[in-house]
C-alpha cells in the first residue's frame, strides 16, 4: 500500500512537470529529451532514486546498525569541508561544485542523522527522562544543526529540528518543549518590540 502511494505521487508529479514545462523541444528526439528538458532531468531523477531505494531495500538491518555512526561522521566532515571549500549559492556556502554537478552535504547529513539518532534511541539502555542520554540525543541533533546555520542555511537547520519529535515520542520530557518554545516566543518578541 504505502509503495503504491509513493508510485502514485512520483507519477503524478512527473506528469505535473511534463504538462507544465511542455514545449517543442520535447519532440527533438530521446537524447535531447533526457538531458535538456526539465521532465527528462526529473526522469533520470526517478530512476537514480528507485536504484537507491532497491539497493537500501536489501541491504540487512545490521550493515545500518553497524555503520550509522560512522555515516553520521562522514555528514559531519562534508559539513565542515562545505565550510571551508564550498561554493555560494543564492546567500549560502552550503553547495560543493564538480562542474555541472552540485551537491549538498546538509542532505547526507539529514540522513545520517537519522541513521545515528535511529541506532542511539534503539538501545535498551536509553532513557530519555535521564539528563545524560537526554543531551547526547540532542547533540546528535544540534551539531549538524550549527554546522548548518553557519553556512548559512536556516530552511535546512528547520529539518533537523523535526528530529526533537521523534525524541518526545521515544519520551523526552514535554517541559523542555515548553520552555523552548517560550524561550523562542520571548526572544521574537525583543526583536519586534524592543
Do not use: C
Amino acid at each position: 500500500m504505502t509503495f503504491s502511494l509513493y508510485l502514485a505521487m512520483v507519477g503524478i508529479g512527473w506528469l505535473m512537470i511534463y504538462t507544465v514545462g511542455y514545449s517543442e523541444d520535447y519532440s527533438k528526439g530521446f537524447s535531447h529529451f533526457m538531458f535538456e528538458t526539465q521532465v527528462g532531468k526529473q526522469t533520470i531523477w526517478i530512476g537514480i532514486a528507485f536504484a537507491v531505494f532497491l539497493f537500501t531495500y536489501i541491504i540487512d538491518r545490521k550493515f545500518w546498525e553497524t555503520f550509522a555512526y560512522p555515516i553520521y561522521g562522514v555528514g559531519l566532515v562534508l559539513l565542515v569541508a562545505v565550510l571551508i571549500f564550498g561554493r555560494e549559492i543564492k546567500g549560502a556556502t552550503s553547495w560543493f561544485a564538480f562542474g555541472s554537478f552540485t551537491f549538498q552535504p546538509s542532505e547526507f547529513a539529514k540522513f545520517g542523522t537519522a541513521l545515528a539518532m535511529a541506532a542511539y534511541l534503539s538501545t535498551y539502555r536509553v532513557n530519555l527522562r535521564q539528563l545524560r542520554h537526554q543531551v547526547l540525543a540532542l547533540g546528535l541533533i544540534l551539531v549538524p544543526t550549527g554546522l548548518i546555520l553557519l553556512q548559512p542555511d536556516a530552511g535546512s537547520a528547520l529539518v533537523f529540528l523535526s528530529f526533537l519529535m521523534l525524541m518526545y515520542r521515544e519520551g523526552f520530557p514535554a517541559n523542555v518543549y515548553i520552555l523552548g518554545f517560550t524561550s523562542i516566543v520571548l526572544l521574537l518578541l525583543g526583536f519586534v518590540y524592543p
